[in-house]
Nanobody, 125 residues
Framework: QVQLVESGGGLVQAGGSLRLSCAASGHTFNSYAMAWFRRTPGKEREFVASIGWSGDSINYAGLVEGRFTISRGNNKNTIYLQMISLKPEDTAVYYC??????????????????WGQGTQVTVSS
């Protein structure tokens, strides 16, 4: 059974930084694409960033491009989301997602089979 465990959320002032981590375990795929999504109350879960198995293929949502950086650790089963210049509108529960696959071209939550429990990020103004 695949498990995704996020960490690193918290409370930060506007303009500050946070780094989220997500460790995947239990999958047996040769390649495993991963992503970050976020959800605010009353809204659908929205795509934030995705990364392919090699780490070379990366995509960002327009709202975070230039401020957020997704990366993959050396063991490939851990990903990170470095967030800088945070804004109050970045406040959300951030979820790590994963699926079998090499590419980063998966943008919809319905394309991901595995999910973490979520970590709260709160940006105060």
């Amino acid at each position: 059974q695949v498990q995704l465990v996020e960490s690193g959320g918290g409370l930060v002032q506007a303009g500050g930084s946070l780094r989220l981590s997500c460790a995947a375990s239990g999958h047996t795929f040769n390649s495993y694409a991963m992503a970050w999504f976020r959800r605010t109350p009353g809204k659908e879960r929205e795509f934030v960033a995705s990364i392919g198995w090699s780490g070379d293929s990366i995509n960002y949502a327009g709202l975070v491009e230039g401020r957020f950086t997704i990366s993959r650790g050396n063991n490939k089963n851990t990903i990170y989301l470095q967030m800088i210049s945070l804004k109050p509108e970045d406040t959300a529960v951030y979820y790590c997602a994963g699926r079998a696959g090499y590419s980063a071209r998966y943008y919809s939550s319905s394309e991901y089979a595995d999910w973490g429990q979520g970590t709260q990020v709160t940006v105060s103004s």
